[in-house]
């Protein structure tokens, strides 16, 4: 496990981005902060800002005019950091992917998928969990550290 | 004269559970005019709707919004009954105001906790949303699922409450008298909070009139409307319980007329549930085409009407479906409460409609000032609430001996919200 | 809990009178439920009717796209009496206009900024005519809400 890793995944600061959502998913994710739940006793706190995460969580699909926004989210990040999609909303459009102002979501780099409509709180603390087992084990690298493939398309010849 | 200057909060949004973008106009440290920017959570659902048959589409209404998650669909399946002229049995009707008043408590609960929070009362945030769960824990046993409880369907209902889970179900609401009394002693008898939502951002009863304010955001206003009473459905007919009325359109009213509301929705919990152990039968009359119409289903939901709209052309499919949510009319009313106030006060202000702000606030604020640039946060916005709160502690002799900082209160429980 | 009781009965007969020739067809499909069709040319006055003297709560107002034309449809609620009343006026699809009445009734802004975008209903005198849901960049002519386009292409 490298310096970078042990550090990132220690104490997470979240920083939760509702894309055009039904708030349920983000009602969860609040509820697991909650005295019930109460995961700010592991450290894991919601921040105001993207600069400050190490975790974005995402939930809901991406309209056309908060695809933009996302973007714009994304290259404000610190790296390393991890993407994690909440509800099914994120992984597949789910009934709204057929909609006139649905954008096919920009290719981001995320880490895991928390399944469900919504999720439990349960299933996202299991889902944090099981991300934060697999980075200390190395069985996976944050998407964002991943070189990106290589084009497979051969680059355009030089006019002369 | 001083000058202009533009404060936009959100489009991420900032205190809303819809993404939207308010654009605070303000000379000085008071607000002048609000601009409104929507359509970052528009996905298109009327129009989906149209392709989905009449079943599908009550499940497609229900991700209309989270908190509301049975108020869109008892709406919806009532503008298909009223379209089709189908007939709901009466056990039904009992089971529907019952899984839509329990749906009122939590969201009550939930608007209540997070306008403490803003004002910087974070215990009352984290009891509310504890004494919350307890309500979920009902609807999970009721509907087998925390949110999104896919009760409705035309017709009737999908789920029968069994006869051994109503004790269970009524010492759980039990349970809940004393909390919500500490709430409403926490609230309405502190003086803090007296002075930091009494007489702020007042709704005048016409301008709830012409901007058609609806659901707490109305009747706070005293503008005696609610939909359960003046055209009644479901089981609102057959039960006893009283509509809440407050008269100075202030945030400090609309806390009290939310408050007060969840004591007559446990009354009416408690009815539908005793009436369900004798009203026997089936609880859908299973409906097999829609025949050609046009149908209005409306439904009070947490924070006011619901409206559907459904157009049927004889196929299972509706030809026209529109969904008026009751955000759409209450979030117009903040361009009136919020002129005159100052930027501390805005936060609980344009909360206070409840426009469902469950999401965590992204903001940022920037001020052009002569003396340059400057980036607020959302956590800036409710530290300077904070701070307003603390000030007037300190006022009126109410600060305890060893006061909680701000800033140590806006970096434990909130840091960064 | 005592209900209010449906006797709309009265108010009905008076806006009906009050409509006089505007008034193109009436249907009662129940106590609680009528539908009013009139000219587009009249919308204002019968919102003003609605509104001003008869006190309506206006609900909403949208649109159905039809081959004989757009329908748009204000509904308002006379809350003390269980009742909702409709107001259809039909636009045709070569000049699909209508007066605003968000300078009358505050609460029609949105709505016909709605309709404006998402069907392409013209709003004469509206106080702030522009985009509300779709982004300011959305392709001009594309109506989503719109299904008999007339000379318009088909937009996927």
Known sequence: ?160 | MSKRTIVPIGPYHALQEEPEFFKLHVEGETVVHLDIELGYNHRGIEKLSESKDFEETVFLVERICGICSTSHPIACVQAVEDAGDICVPERALFIRSTVGELERIHSHLLWLGLAGHFLGFNTLWMWAWRFREDVLNILELVTGNRNHYGMMKPGGVRRDINDTDIPVIIKLLEGLKDPIAMFRDAVIEDPLVHARTRGIGVLTREKAIAYGALGPTARASGYDIDVRRDHPHAAYGMVDWDVITCGNGDVFDKAVVRILELFESIRIIEQCLNQLKTVTGPVDSDPRFVATGEGIGHYEAPRGEVFHYVRSDGSNRPVRHKVRAPSYMNVPTNRETVLGETIADATIILAAVDPCYCCTERMAVAVDSPGGRRLWGAQDLIRMSCEKTYELMDESGLRGPEPPPCAAAGQTRDSGR | ?156
Not at chain 3, 55 to 66: C, M
Not at chain 3, 124 to 131: K, Q, T
């Open chain 3, 1 to 156: 809990m005592k209900t209010r009781g449906s006797n709309s009965a009265d108010t009905i007969n008076r806006i009906r009178g009050a409509l006089g020739e505007h008034l193109l067809n009436f249907e009662k499909k129940s106590g609680r439920r009528v539908y009013i069709d009139i000219a587009p040319e009249t919308v204002l006055e019968a919102s003003s009717l609605m509104f001003e003297e008869t006190g309506a709560r206006l609900q909403i107002a949208t649109g159905i796209d039809t081959p004989a034309g757009i329908e748009v449809m204000y509904h308002w609620a006379l809350d003390s009496e269980d009742c909702l009343v409709t107001i259809r006026a039909t636009v045709a699809h070569e000049d699909p206009s209508l007066d605003s009445i968000a300078t009358l009734c505050p609460a029609a802004e949105w709505i016909e900024r709605e309709m404006w975008e998402l069907l392409g209903i013209e709003f004469r005198d509206h106080p702030d005519l522009r985009h509300l849901l779709l982004d300011d960049n959305w392709p001009q002519g594309n109506y989503p809400l719109r299904k008999f386009p007339s000379g318009q292409e088909v937009i996927p």
């Open chain 1, 1 to 160: 496990m490298t310096y970078t890793i042990d550090a990132l995944t220690k104490s997470l600061n979240v920083f939760h981005l509702a894309g055009s959502a039904c708030n349920n998913c983000d009602i969860e994710i609040l509820d697991a902060l909650t005295p019930k739940y109460d995961l700010e006793r592991f450290g894991i706190t919601l921040v105001g800002s993207i600069r400050h995460a190490d975790v974005l969580l995402l939930s809901g699909i991406f309209n056309r005019k908060a695809t933009v926004r996302l973007k714009e989210l994304l290259v404000q990040a610190p790296k390393p950091y991890l993407v994690i999609a909440i509800g099914g909303c994120p992984a597949t459009g789910l009934m709204f992917r057929d909609s006139y102002n649905f954008e096919a979501p920009p290719s981001i780099p995320i880490d895991a998928f928390i399944p469900g409509c919504p999720p439990k709180p349960e299933a996202i603390i299991s889902g944090v969990v099981t991300v934060i087992g697999a980075l200390r084990e190395g069985a996976i690298v944050p998407g964002c550290l991943q070189e990106p493939e290589a084009n497979p398309q051969p680059a355009p010849e030089a006019v002369t």
